[in-house]
Nanobody, 123 residues
């Protein structure tokens, strides 16, 4: 059973930076995608960034491209999201997720494993 545990959220002023981490259990192979999603109050969940572990291919939603960087350390079994130049509109609960790669526009069409989330607040 795959488990994902996020950390690193917090409160920051506009223009600041945060790094989110997601530790995963065994069960995620190089054929998987891992990604970060967020849900702001009153809005639908959206994909922020994803990475195809086997190839290191990265995917970003337009609003964060150039500001956020996703990375994966296989030895540490940890996914990261470096968030720079944060803006109030980035305020949301951020979730780590994993799913099988299928050359989807956001890496995987089926992110079936989810963490509990970590809050990011930008003021």
């Amino acid at each position: 059973h795959v488990q994902l545990v996020e950390s690193g959220g917090g409160s920051v002023q506009a223009g600041g930076s945060l790094r989110l981490s997601c530790e995963r259990s065994e069960g995620i192979t190089p054929s998987y995608c891992m990604g970060w999603f967020r849900r702001a109050p009153g809005k639908e969940r959206e994909g922020v960034a994803a990475i195809y572990i086997g190839a290191g291919r990265e995917y970003y939603t337009d609003s964060v491209r150039g500001r956020f960087v996703i990375s994966h350390d296989n030895a540490k079994k940890t996914l990261y999201l470096q968030m720079n130049n944060l803006q109030p509109e980035d305020t949301a609960m951020y979730y780590c997720a994993a799913g099988p790669f299928n050359d989807h526009s956001f890496c995987s069409p089926d992110f079936g494993y989810w963490g509990q989330g970590t809050q990011v607040t930008v003021s």
